[in-house]
Structures are given as structure tokens and as C-alpha cells.
């Protein structure tokens, strides 16, 4: 598992997608703390812009509903994936009682077409289940207006080949961000042992996780 830390962008991660020899997966994610509005209800939580394989990258299980697709995120639909903890916030006691309710981000209407499964609170400032998911051409034009990354997540084909792959994406954002052989990277890449200290998460549902990309 890695994690690369620097300004990255959209590019980078089509760059990962496009020239990455030993990588199975990219999932680029964009956040902010925003208001989320239901009814008469508000709840401050991170909105976090994603692609349709986040469940796939991230081992998230939905409690109810589903994701949504790789179309509709081209399409920069207004769909929106909560968290358990989002749920209990707005007043709500099933996962059911808000799939295809609507919600409001930033003024914006979404309609709620999943609630995914509780992960537990990772660490004191960041809690997995406090999140509000979309897909990320949404966030980048509609609610976000920038195709700046938190980071970069990369599945590699299994675990033996993850140095593999933390070298190649080493190469690819190396040459994306025009540096010269001389210069330092100006990113940083974390590896699966860093990640999961971070985050608490066993080592099963890392196994093949190559941690995401974020700023210096």
C-alpha cells in the first residue's frame, strides 16, 4: 500500500490509468468539509469526489442501494453515497429510510442512492463513516471548481508486486510533473505498513492496497 502526497491533480491520476504497467486499479478522491442538508436537518461532514471503484479499492461494502457508475459520474450526475455516521447525523435510523431521499450540498440537490456499511473510526480526526461520497466529475465541476486531489489510491495485482507498482507509479508521476533526474520527487509515496499504522486497518484488507497520493 502506498501513498503518494504532493499537488496532484485529475491528470495525474489519468496518467497512473494511461501509462501504469503494474497497476490494477486508480481511484483519484477530492474533499472538502461542507454543510449537508436534509429536511430541516444539517450535518458538517467531509464530501468526498470519487470514482465508481472506490468500493472495489477501498474494501467499502454498501448497507443499502448502490454506487454509482462510471457513467454517471462522466455525466456529472447529481448521486450522492453516505456513510453511517452521516445518517445517524441527519436524524435517520436505517439505511433504507434515505436512498432516494434528496439532499443538499452547497445548495446543490442530490439525490442518495447508497449508504455504505460502517468501517469504524479509523483515528480521532478522521472517522471512515463520516463521509458523503460523488462522483468526481461532480465535485470537480459543479461543487468543488478544482481538479485538485487528496489522493491517489492503487490496487497493484497482488501483494508480492506492490514495490513493483510503487516504482511505476514513482516513474509515471515523476515524468507527469516534468522533473528532471536531478530534482527530488515532489510527492510522497507511503507504503502499505505506514498506511495501515495510520489508518488501523488489518493487514487483510490492505493486502493489495497501494495507498493514495497527497501534498508535501
Known amino acids: 500500500s502506498f501513498d503518494v502526497r504532493s499537488r496532484l491533480t485529475l491528470e495525474d491520476a489519468m496518467a497512473l490509468e494511461e501509462r501504469g504497467t503494474v497497476i490494477t486499479a486508480v481511484q483519484p478522491e477530492m474533499s472538502s468539509t461542507l454543510q449537508v442538508q436534509y429536511l430541516n436537518k444539517n450535518a458538517g461532514t467531509q464530501v468526498v469526489g470519487t470514482t465508481a471503484n ?41 439505511p433504507e429510510a434515505l436512498v432516494g431521499e434528496d439532499i443538499r450540498i452547497r445548495g446543490i440537490q442530490f439525490t442518495v442512492i447508497g449508504v455504505y456499511k460502517s468501517k469504524g473510526q479509523a483515528n480521532p480526526f478522521s472517522n471512515p463513516d463520516d463521509q458523503v461520497l460523488i ?82
Not at 67 to 87: C, K, N, Y
Not at 147 to 166: C, F, G, K, T, W
Open 54 to 94: 472506490f468500493p472495489e479499492v477501498r474494501k467499502y461494502e454498501l448497507a443499502a442501494g448502490r454506487l454509482f457508475t462510471s457513467a454517471e459520474d462522466l455525466s456529472r450526475q447529481r448521486l450522492a453515497v453516505v456513510g453511517p455516521t452521516v445518517l445517524e447525523n441527519l436524524g435517520l435510523q436505517t
Open 135 to 216: 462522483p468526481i466529475q461532480t465535485a470537480r465541476f459543479r461543487i468543488l471548481g478544482s481538479n485538485r486531489l487528496r489522493s491517489i489510491s492503487v490496487l497493484a495485482p497482488d501483494e508480492a508486486q506492490i514495490p513493483d507498482a510503487m516504482a511505476d507509479v514513482q516513474k509515471v508521476l515523476r515524468r507527469e510533473h516534468k522533473l528532471r533526474p536531478d530534482k527530488p520527487d515532489d510527492f510522497q509515496i507511503r507504503n502499505q505498513a505506514d498506511f495501515l499504522s495510520t489508518l488501523g486497518e488489518t493487514t487483510q484488507v490492505y493486502s493489495m492496497l497501494l495507498a493514495g497520493i497527497a501534498a508535501v
